[in-house]
């Protein structure tokens, strides 16, 4: 039997990346179909590391606060010398983006809260042991044949198809045929997980030793997870053995068989990239469109980074609030900052995994000698070694000014700000979800002419938020009686720094929080209007009202849309 169906989008994939493009799409009004061919989450030792800018990306619909509750916040990363001596740890004091950069979580508890979260969404809709069989594109959209279970299919057109289907992704293996460049990494690893935590080690250690290198952390509920290196030689199915893997723990415990094992799998790294992640009117996100090694955790975290970058954009296509060939800006803002990414795990990979005694003495001696050098432990401390993305073309706007283009698509910090008397907010609460114009001590739209401020309407932004020194005082044309103004106080003083710092007066800053264009408050008009011209069609003054995204059912400030 075959019925049909329609949807604005169609994700493939109910994995963390692709329920969080649901949830976000949800949140931006948009009718969303997600499938997956499993019919639940797969309990498997996956991702165990979110960064702030995935809590941000959770932020954004409601559930960073659900989130934590199944995490440890603000966990260091050790690294140990061969003879267990510890040469660096990481342990970011930064929160400039509203969140810790380093928390550690269980996957299957994080799918569960993400998939709970799409249930606020009456126009979002969840089909699990459905498979994806076929696709055809043609100007107006995507047709693509799906089949149950039970041997039954349904047909859904969709205007976009997003594929988050997993490094064995049918959307770009089976049916794209795009190229998927890189490695596959020689050695296995085993990854154990047991609960009843035996150690007092909250932290994850980087063994770097030669005899068999490993990685050990703790988890939320006292869960406790080790990754061995398999070399050359050595079964992985074999070394699954309970015997097998209580000989891998044997060193690490006092007694191994007193251990409850819970889980046991063996991991093949790959470090790829998709050569596009777009083609025509199908995207690819997470590990469908690129994969690397886990040693600086950011897997996940660059699929929700795909998942953020990429919603919104369908979101304002799909609302003819952007012009539709602007969806490569995903591919073009995506692709080189994942490259970068996976080449710095890939060196870490090969420093921490030496087996080489020699070279690893060479390695250890070189680390522990350097330690304690205030500019390299700042720059492992703080994490300063990590790409952060930043984008000179896409959905921006570059003025041709240096210093001010070099503000231009990279993210926004989130300090804490006022807007009623006594009460603390993050800033992306008050901005929302849409574009907003954030600006220091005075109104760039004084003087902007009434088709300007319709293109902002129509681009979805309506929220001017005038941000002032915390001083009790009204500073002149950031009046909170203007009803198109939200003001708010400087509670950290770090946007007055920002704005100082950079001689800017006006940020636009996108709906996924990255700076589209800056400037001085003379240049805002002109400015606002070329890049307004550069991302709206022709219709886009009639285009159809944004979403409303429920109230969250967390203790979180609703992000409305």
């Not at 493939?12 to 639940?40: C, E, M, W």
């Not at 000989?247 to 415990?253: A, E, G, K, P, S």
């Not at 609030?321 to 970068?340: G, N």
């Not at 080489?356 to 492992?380: C, E, G, H, Q, T």
Request: net charge positive; aromatic share 8%.
């Amino acid at each position: 039997m075959n019925t049909t169906t329609s949807t604005e989008v169609l994700v493939v994939g109910a994995g963390p990346v692709g329920v969080s493009i649901a949830n976000l799409l949800g949140h931006y009004g948009v009718k969303t179909l997600v499938v997956d061919r499993s019919p639940q989450v797969l309990d498997f030792p996956r991702a165990v590391g979110l960064d702030d800018e995935a809590l941000r990306t959770f932020q954004a619909v409601g559930l960073a606060e659900t989130m934590l509750r199944d995490m440890i916040q603000n966990v260091p990363m050790r690294m140990y010398t061969a003879d267990k001596r510890c040469f660096a740890e990481i342990l970011p004091s930064t929160r400039e983006f509203g969140w810790f950069r380093r928390n550690l979580f269980s996957q299957p508890l994080g799918e569960q809260t993400l998939r709970k979260g799409l249930e606020r969404y009456p126009h979002v809709t969840t089909r699990l042991g459905v498979a994806l069989q076929s696709i055809e594109q043609d100007t107006d959209g995507v047709t693509a044949m799906l089949q149950a279970e039970d041997g039954s299919t349904t047909t859904v057109r969709a205007q976009y198809l997003v594929g988050a289907d997993g490094a064995r992704s049918t959307v770009r293996e089976g049916l794209l045929k795009i190229p998927y460049e890189g490695q596959t990494h020689p050695n296995k690893w085993v990854v154990i997980e047991c609960d009843q935590d035996p150690l007092d080690a909250p932290y994850t250690a980087l063994h770097c030793e030669p005899r068999r290198p490993y990685v050990c952390l703790r988890l939320p509920y006292g869960l406790r997870r080790w990754e061995f290196m398999l070399f050359p030689g050595e079964d992985g199915e074999l070394m699954l053995a309970p015997d097998k893997v209580l000989d891998l723990l044997r060193n690490h415990v006092a007694d191994p068989s007193r251990l409850n094992v819970i889980r046991a799998r063996v991991y093949t790294h790959n470090s790829r990239v998709a050569k596009s992640f777009v083609a025509g009117r199908v995207c690819i996100a997470g590990d469908a469109a690129h994969i690397t090694p886990p040693w600086i955790g950011q897997g996940l975290n660059a699929g929700l980074r795909d998942a953020f970058n990429l919603s919104w954009k369908l979101a304002w296509i799909v609302q003819g609030r952007m012009k539709p060939e602007l969806l490569q800006s995903y591919h073009d803002e995506r692709h080189a900052h994942t490259k970068a990414m996976i080449d710095l795990a890939d060196l870490f990979g090969a420093v921490l995994s030496q087996r080489n005694r020699f070279v690893a003495w060479m390695r250890d001696k070189f680390f522990l000698s350097i330690r304690n050098v205030p500019k390299f432990r700042d720059y492992v401390l703080q994490m300063k070694f990590k790409p952060m993305p930043r984008f000179s073309t896409g959905v921006v706007l570059n003025s041709g000014k240096a210093a001010q283009d070099e503000l231009v698509g990279r993210m926004f910090i989130q300090p804490n700000v006022e807007r009623t008397l006594g009460t603390s907010e993050k800033l992306d609460n008050v901005i929302g979800g849409r574009f907003a114009l954030l600006s220091w001590r005075g109104d760039p739209l004084a003087q902007a002419p009434a088709e300007l401020l319709n293109q902002l309407l129509a681009l979805g932004c309506t929220r001017l938020v005038g941000v002032r020194a915390r001083s009790g005082a009204s500073e002149p044309g950031m009046s909170a009686a203007s009803a198109e103004v939200t003001v708010v106080q400087d509670l950290e003083n770090e946007l007055q720094l920002w704005f100082q710092k950079r001689n800017v007066d006006w940020v636009l800053l996108r709906p996924d929080r990255f700076v589209a264009a800056a400037g001085l408050a003379a240049d805002a008009p002109a400015q606002l209007r070329r890049f307004c011209d550069l991302v709206l069609p022709a219709s886009a003054l009639v285009a159809r009202p944004l979403g409303n995204a429920p109230a969250p059912a967390t203790a979180e400030a609703p992000v409305a849309v």
